[in-house]
Nanobody, 127 residues
Framework: QVQLVESGGGLAQAGGSLRLSCAAS????????TGWFRQAPGKEREFVAA????????TYADSVKGRFTISRDNAKNEVYLQMNSLKPEDTAVYYC????????????????????WGQGTQVTVSS
């Protein structure tokens, strides 16, 4: 069982930066691939970024590629999302998710592949 708690959301101006953190409970966090998703009002939850359990492989949605960076620190049981060059269209509730996997190099890009979710943190970008 893994519990996830996001933090770091808030208000930013367009062009600014925010860093989201996701703290995980449980000693098996290093056995989980993790990802970030977001959901804007009136829209479906969408994939943002994912990282393998080892941290060696990452992938991003085209809309954030080159602006966002996902990373993790398994010693601290944390996952991060560094968001630079923010745009108003990045405004959403951001969710951290985790999925147990036996493979160190795998990541997942669809919500249904994840078993554990945080409660979300609001990110608002003003123009």
């Amino acid at each position: 069982q893994v519990q996830l708690v996001e933090s770091g959301g808030g208000l930013a101006q367009a062009g600014g930066s925010l860093r989201l953190s996701c703290a995980a409970s449980g000693r098996t966090f290093s056995s989980h691939a993790t990802g970030w998703f977001r959901q804007a009002p009136g829209k479906e939850r969408e994939f943002v970024a994912a990282i393998s359990r080892s941290g060696g492989r990452t992938t991003y949605a085209d809309s954030v590629k080159g602006r966002f960076t996902i990373s993790r620190d398994n010693a601290k049981n944390e996952v991060y999302l560094q968001m630079n060059s923010l745009k108003p269209e990045d405004t959403a509730v951001y969710y951290c998710a985790a999925a147990a996997t036996s493979y160190s190099g795998i990541y997942y890009t669809t919500a249904k592949q994840y078993s554990y979710w945080g409660q979300g943190t609001q990110v608002t970008v003003s123009s």
